[in-house]
């Protein structure tokens, strides 16, 4: 019995870790291979009505905090992508200008986490 369960569990965590294994990326049904997440943030033009904005995040240390982050953040209409970094304290941000303003994703940051979020200093693209 303790075998079997060792052997259930082992296949298991191969199975999640070849699953995960692309970089933390899902395929998406009907298409031929998910865009890359850095795709998005490398763009040099976004459609219009689109914007980027990098967001300084203060108080964050690890993964979780920045799931918390993006989390709190994507819930906002207009949210296209947003993409947290504990290490640079930062939070990437695309977002539609017609949907909702760079104010109200720092306010949001503010309220929601338990992080501090400030206006950038320049918006980007």
């Not at 052997?7 to 298409?31: D, H, N, R, T, Y």
């Not at 017609?98 to 309220?111: C, G, L, M, R």
Request: charged content about 25%; hydrophobic content about 40%; some cysteine.
């Amino acid at each position: 019995m303790r075998k079997m369960l060792g052997s259930a569990l082992a296949l298991l965590l191969v199975a999640g870790l070849v699953v995960a294994a692309p970089g933390g990326q899902e395929k998406k049904e009907g298409s031929e291979q998910a865009s890359s997440p850095q795709t998005v943030w490398e763009a040099s033009e976004l459609p219009e009505g689109q914007a980027k904005a990098v967001i300084a995040v203060s108080g964050m240390t690890c993964g979780k905090c920045c799931v918390s982050v993006e989390q709190a953040v994507t819930k906002l209409e207009g949210v296209v992508a947003v993409k947290a970094d504990y290490e640079k304290g930062i939070a990437k941000v695309i977002y539609q200008t017609d949907k909702v303003k760079v104010e109200d994703i720092v306010k949001t940051i503010n309220e929601k986490t338990s992080f501090k979020a400030s206006l950038p200093q320049k918006q980007v693209g």
